[in-house]
């Protein structure tokens, strides 16, 4: 649900290159001449594996959630750079993550990773709990991304959360909360809304928004698609279906790309 201002950060366009080859001879001429070509490599970067979309700053990544059918998912109710609430109205701006969960759930960590941040946020529907979670590449096995990615959790009780400590290690599908309110009002239908954004440095810094709250920022940070993350492991062949893979106490992650799936998953039957 919930709607983020304008981040003071300059937004790279794509340059609509044809292919590899167009981009090889265009970024050749530009080590010849010296100038950096910034909208090819741009547009070179936001396609993540293979043909997905990254999705980067809001952008439409085409991208879908595909269930496993031996599982009962808690599925997600509103999806990235949509313009549609989870209630059915319009949104007053592009969805900035994705929005998911029935009340009273868990909402487990998609990966290993270390509290960032803990505190009480104010979006303007209230006062309520808001988590944000580090995650360094070489904890999801990535190569050649971003140094850092940073998962965000808002809509959440405060009571649910204020145990959590900066630094404090979480494992892959250790319990961070449970699904709530907005503003923890009873008028508001139960969302957890997910953000993930990448960043090359962890410097975080505060800022106070227009409603008394708090609001972090991290120099040159940037969101994408939460379901790109929860695709990695196993890309979508079509470029857009992506399997949801659920969090297994069971199975062996080691060398596991990207995210698991952050809500339960109870096995169907």
């Known amino acids: 649900m919930r709607g ?32 950096l070509c910034v909208p090819a490599i741009a547009h070179f970067l936001e396609r993540g594996s293979g043909d997905v979309k990254k999705g980067y700053d809001v952008t439409p990544s085409a991208l879908v959630p595909v269930y496993p059918k031996s599982h009962a998912c808690s599925p997600l109710t509103s999806l990235y750079a949509s313009w549609r609430d989870i209630d059915g109205t319009r949104r007053s701006e592009a969805h900035s993550g994705v929005d998911a969960g029935r009340l009273g759930e868990d909402i487990i960590a998609p990966a290993p990773g ?3 941040a803990v505190w009480e946020a104010n979006w303007g529907w209230g006062k309520e709990g808001a988590l944000l979670v580090q995650h360094t590449a070489a904890e ?15 809509h959440l009780r405060y009571d649910d959360i204020k145990h959590l400590k900066p630094g404090q290690r979480l494992a892959r599908g250790e319990r961070l909360a ?65 399997r949801i893979v659920p969090f297994d106490a069971e199975a062996d992650y080691t060398g596991f790309r990207g995210f698991t799936y952050i809500l339960p998953c109870p096995k169907a039957g």
Not at 189 to 210: G, I, K, Q, S
């Open 114 to 116: 270390a509290v960032k």
């Open 178 to 242: 449970r699904v709530s309110r907005p503003g923890g009002h009873a008028h508001y239908l139960p969302e957890v809304h997910w953000e993930v954004w990448e960043a090359e440095t962890d410097a975080l810094r505060w800022l106070t928004n227009r409603h008394g709250g708090r609001e972090w920022r991290i120099p040159g940070a940037r969101l994408i698609d939460p379901l790109y993350m929860l695709g990695l492991n196993d890309p979508p062949k079509d470029g857009k279906s992506v």
């Open 4 to 35: 983020r201002l304008k981040w003071d950060m300059e937004h790279e366009k794509s340059s609509g290159t044809n292919g590899v080859r167009r981009l090889l001879a265009s970024s050749l001429l530009v080590v010849g001449l010296g100038i």
């Open 140 to 154: 999801l096995n990535l190569v050649g991304g971003a140094a850092y990615y940073l998962t965000v959790y808002d």
